[in-house]
T-cell receptor
């Protein structure tokens, strides 16, 4: 089955700096890679996703890059703000509507004011 | 209106008891899930139902029995609770990406924190 590794496990940045979170996956059949943000006491929420027919996707301050050859993908957050502090999960799955999404272990991002 | 709602939000119980967590979604989605999040924040899928039919059943003890009376509800019943069952349980729902048959966004509830003493 799919195995998704996420690193680092914690990350602390100064407000305004950029943050990069990296994930690797094992199953070459995976072709859907979402990122979820979980705030304290809440359920995870999708922030951006990428499918394997593109290498990069951007949405305002966040971007995701995908390297299918190396089986890794990354989340980039620019101009970080205190409200970006949360747990971030990467995930991978195949594309079918009933596919299983496998999550990484999550990374706690702290943005220092 | 809450899209995916779970009850109860908190549940404290003794070992050996039986308990249920209810989940309802008003998004019109066909697929619903139960995920378990342990103390280290690891999110692991337990079950997935599509239109009341079981699709995914991970290696979960048969003390856990999901029930889907209709496609808007997926309840989780746990028998003979053990200390290791303490976790936050998340219900989620999803629908294929518009115009495709591809997996779409998962919408999670706010979680039900189960503490077994």
């Amino acid at each position: 089955g799919e195995n998704v590794e996420q690193h680092p496990s914690t990350l602390s940045v100064q407000e305004g700096d950029s943050a990069v979170i990296k994930c690797t996956y094992s199953d070459s059949a995976s072709n859907y890679f979402p990122w979820y943000k979980q705030e304290l006491g809440k359920g995870p929420q999708l922030i951006i996703d990428i499918r394997s027919n593109v290498g990069e996707k951007k949405d305002q301050r966040i971007a995701v890059t995908l390297n299918k050859t190396a089986k890794h993908f990354s989340l980039h957050i620019t101009e970080t703000q205190p409200e970006d502090s949360a747990v971030y999960f990467c995930a991978a799955s195949t594309a079918g509507a009933n596919s299983k999404l496998t999550f990484g272990k999550g990374i706690t991002l702290s943005v220092r004011p | 209106d809450t899209a995916v709602s779970q009850t109860p939000k908190y549940l404290v119980t003794q070992m050996g008891n039986d308990k249920s967590i209810k989940c309802e979604q008003n998004l019109g989605h066909d697929t619903m899930y139960w995920y378990k999040q342990d103390s280290k924040k690891f999110l692991k899928i337990m079950f997935s139902y599509n239109n009341k039919e079981l699709i995914i059943n991970e290696t979960v003890p048969n003390r856990f029995s999901p029930k889907s009376p209709d496609k808007a509800h997926l309840n989780l019943h746990i028998n003979s609770l053990e200390l290791g069952d303490s976790a936050v349980y998340f219900c989620a729902s999803s629908h294929p990406s518009p115009g495709t048959r591809k997996i779409g966004e998962l919408f999670f509830g706010e979680g039900s924190r189960l503490t077994v003493l």
